[in-house]
Structures are given as structure tokens and as C-alpha cells.
């Protein structure tokens, strides 16, 4: 009897020790959600991410890890505004996951809560990839993640009633943390204020009207739609009428374009990591606009 009231006594200090089981799986379809939820939630959330930095996030297939995980999900974690209306549909149909269908309390899309820019006048495919809710890269300027951290957090606490007070600590440390970065980010970029820029896809909007960056023409004849080299040379020649200081790109994006017109145009490239893990030191939200900022002051020298 002694020995068995033991043994007991051992498993609950055991199960003391150990972490508790994290209240919420969260299915993140880009790596930017996965990390502000990460921020909120710590270790009340496990983290499924879809997709990695180095992939182009309207171009990703449907595979069957994915619908497994957002089968098993109690959140979905999303950019929307059709970012990912090539194959998060598919994930959630073939999943059978109700709670996190569109219009359920499982599913969440930041872009709700973002004031969208380039939303079209028209829809038409001929114009190539565009968005009927307006340009869904809404994660290249930090004043998104300050709008769509109280929506996450809110929606985290709705789910998980019993750690609210967690997600509403949390959010507040990482309110407090951004907006010191943001200050230190704005500071950090004024020179950048009017710089003319080439992007090789309309990717950046948002950073555009944040850092006061003049887009003077893309690399893509429309979104999406490879240039031709006869093209580019019109891009060449459109530069010599109106110059710009520097190429902008992200990370996934393939440099061939952006190379062809650098050796021509005698212009840097700036290759920036557009999302958590697209350089070494975008590891998280932070290093993200860390190395945004750093990369677009180092090329605009």
C-alpha cells in the first residue's frame, strides 16, 4: 500500500513539472501570423505554418499535410482578401473542420482589420492577379500587426476563455515593444522619404506609404505575369526619363528580372526578407522590420 501511495505521489510531482498542454492549435497560413500569434499566445498555442518566406504565398499546393493540420486546428490564422484563394479553400473543404470555416469564430483574417490599399475599380483577370478586397500584402509595414494584434488577441481569449488574462498581458508587453521599435524604425528611415523605386512585384504598397517611397514602375508587365525581355527593356527606357535609386524585391521572388535590369540600369537591388525567416535576421516580427529597414538604407546609399 505504501509502495502504490508512492508511486502515486511521484506521477503527480512528475505531472507538475511538466509544461502545460497548450491550450489552442493554431494553423497560420503565412509566417508573420505564426509569429505575432506566437507573441500573444507564448505557450498557450502550438504553431502550424503553412507556408515558409521563400515561398510565393498565392502559389502553394494543397497537400495533404496541410488539410491534416487544419483538420486537427482550432484557429486559422490568415492574411484573406484572397491571398490565398488558390488553395486555402481546398484545406478547408477537404478537411471537414467546421469550426474554422469562413464566418466561424476559428477562422480569422487580418486583413479585416487593415484599411486596404490598390482596391481595384474593376475586376478583370486581363489585368492579371488582381484582388477584388485590394493589394493583400499587408505585411510589410508595422502599423498592420499594431491594428491586427487586438483583433488576435481578442479572438485568442474567445477561444480560450480560461487564459484571457494571458493573451490581454501579452498583448500589452507587445504593444508596449512595438511601438518603441516603430519609433526607432520611422527614426531610422526618414532618409528614405521620396527615394524612387523599381519593384519587381506590386508587393509593397504598404511600405510604400509607410516609409513615403516613390514607386516609379514594377518589373511585371501586370501582377503576377513574368516580363518578357522586351519589356524590361521598355522599363529601361522608361528609366532614363524618370530615374530611380534602387530595385526592390522580396526574398522569394525570383532575381532574374531584378539582375537583368541592375547590370543595365547601374542600380542596387534591394533583396528584402518581406516575412519572418526571408533573411537571417528576420527571425521574428522585430528582425523583420529590422533588416527591412537596414537592407533599404544600405542599397539607397
Given amino acids: 500500500m505504501k509502495t502504490r501511495f508512492t508511486t502515486i505521489l511521484a506521477g503527480l510531482a512528475l505531472a507538475a513539472?511538466?509544461?502545460?498542454?497548450?491550450?489552442?492549435?493554431?494553423?497560420?497560413c503565412e509566417p508573420e501570423w505564426a509569429a505575432l500569434t506566437k507573441e500573444l499566445a507564448g505557450d498557450q498555442a502550438t504553431l502550424y505554418t503553412a507556408t515558409n518566406a521563400l515561398q510565393d504565398p498565392h502559389q502553394i499546393q494543397a497537400k495533404p499535410s496541410l488539410i491534416s493540420a487544419v483538420r486537427?486546428?482550432?484557429?486559422?490564422?490568415?492574411?484573406?482578401?484572397?491571398?490565398?484563394?488558390?488553395?486555402?479553400?481546398?484545406?478547408l473543404r477537404q478537411s471537414g473542420n467546421a469550426k474554422v470555416q469562413p464566418g466561424q469564430a476559428g477562422n480569422f483574417e487580418a486583413a479585416g482589420f487593415v484599411r486596404m490599399?490598390?482596391?481595384?475599380?474593376?475586376?478583370?483577370r486581363a489585368d492579371g492577379d488582381v484582388h477584388a478586397q485590394g493589394n493583400p500584402h499587408i505585411n510589410t509595414a508595422p502599423s498592420t500587426f499594431a491594428a491586427v494584434a487586438p483583433a488576435l488577441a481578442k479572438r485568442l481569449a474567445e477561444l480560450d476563455s480560461a487564459n484571457a488574462a494571458h493573451y490581454q498581458q501579452r498583448l500589452a508587453d507587445f504593444q508596449t515593444r512595438w511601438t518603441q521599435a516603430?519609433?526607432?524604425?520611422?527614426?531610422?528611415?526618414?532618409?528614405?522619404?521620396?527615394?524612387?523605386?523599381?519593384?519587381q512585384h506590386k508587393g509593397f504598397p504598404y511600405l510604400e506609404q509607410w516609409l513615403g517611397l516613390d514607386e516609379v514602375t514594377t518589373l511585371e508587365p501586370k501582377p503576377g505575369v513574368e516580363p518578357s525581355s522586351t519589356y524590361l527593356s521598355t522599363v529601361l527606357q522608361q528609366l532614363q526619363q524618370r530615374p530611380a535609386k534602387l530595385i526592390v524585391r522580396a526574398a522569394y521572388n525570383d532575381g532574374r528580372s531584378s539582375e537583368w535590369l541592375s547590370e543595365r540600369a547601374k542600380l542596387p537591388v534591394a533583396v528584402l526578407p518581406f516575412t519572418v525567416g526571408g533573411s537571417d535576421r528576420a527571425k521574428?516580427?522585430?528582425?523583420?522590420?529590422d533588416d527591412t529597414v537596414d537592407k533599404l538604407l544600405k542599397a539607397a546609399k
Fill in 17 to 28: 513539472t511538466l509544461p502545460a498542454h497548450a491550450a489552442l492549435k493554431v494553423f497560420a
Fill in 284 to 289: 521574428d516580427l522585430f528582425g523583420l522590420f
Fill in 182 to 199: 516603430s519609433q526607432r524604425w520611422a527614426q531610422a528611415a526618414a532618409p528614405l522619404k521620396g527615394t524612387r523605386i523599381v519593384v
Fill in 117 to 124: 490599399l490598390e482596391v481595384p475599380t474593376r475586376l478583370d
Fill in 72 to 91: 486537427n486546428a482550432d484557429l486559422l490564422v490568415c492574411t484573406g482578401a484572397e491571398l490565398e484563394v488558390g488553395w486555402l479553400p481546398v484545406l
